[in-house]
């Protein structure tokens, strides 16, 4: 059974850092994995999407990584803004189809202005 | 763009009231997924239709149920609702294997 977890669960950077995010899964053989951002009560926004035979994925200022024969993956924000407050939560494909994703328990992350 | 339509955004129901909640995926996506959010939670996957066919069945209780219709939409069934089925509920659309397009959240309360 394939296990996501998100470490840490919280996080508190200054305005103007950047950051990364950890993603870690149990099972390797993945399809994909997609990057969503989480605003609370509110619906999820994909930000990045890789597939398995990829190793990154960049859009604007988040890049994505992803390693994984080690189960990894990384989201990496760049010159972080209040407006990046947000859950950041990973989710991964195991098969194709199969076609649930498996979220981790996400990252909090608060930009302090 | 046209995005994932969920339909009502909140609904209020009493115990062992059924409710009927709506999606309607974007177009030209084949494959639409149902996903329960519970406070403080991630989402858990229920099920999931291919070219209106059910592909994937996750921790769905007996109690709900689920279809896509010959237009796409589809509608997620809840029966003898109970207090712990309070959540927020996700329809996500996309091509099968490929990124999947989340909904605004239907956010239903059991009173």
């Known amino acids: 059974k394939q296990e996501v977890t998100q470490i840490p669960a919280a996080l508190s950077v200054p305005e103007g850092e950047n950051l990364v995010l950890n993603c870690s899964f149990t099972?390797?053989?993945?399809?994909?994995l997609q990057w969503f951002r989480q605003d609370p009560g509110k619906g999820l926004t994909s930000l990045l999407l890789?597939?398995?035979?990829?190793r990154e994925q960049t859009s604007g200022r988040l890049n994505a990584s992803l390693d994984k024969s080690s189960g990894r993956s990384t989201l990496y924000i760049a010159a972080s803004q209040p407006g990046d407050s947000a859950t950041y939560l990973c989710a991964v494909l195991s098969n194709f189809g199969n076609e649930k994703l498996t979220f981790g328990t996400g990252t909090r992350l608060t930009i302090i202005p | 763009a046209a995005g994932v339509i969920q339909s009502p955004r909140h609904l209020i129901k009493e115990k062992r009231e059924t409710a009927t909640l709506k999606c309607y995926p974007i177009?030209?996506?084949?494959?639409v997924y149902w996903y329960q959010q519970g406070p403080g939670q991630d989402p858990q996957f229920l099920i999931s239709f291919y070219e209106k066919m059910q592909s994937d069945k996750g921790s769905i209780p007996d109690r709900f149920s689920a279809q896509q219709f010959s237009d796409y939409h589809s509608e997620l069934n809840m029966s003898s609702l109970e207090l712990g089925d309070s959540a927020l509920y996700f329809c996500?659309?996309?091509?099968?294997?490929?990124?999947?397009?989340f909904g605004p959240g239907t956010r239903l309360t059991v009173t």
């Open positions: 996500a659309s996309g091509l099968a294997g490929a990124e999947q397009y």
């Open positions: 890789i597939q398995s035979s990829q």
């Open positions: 099972d390797s053989a993945i399809y994909n």
């Open positions: 177009p030209r996506h084949d494959t």
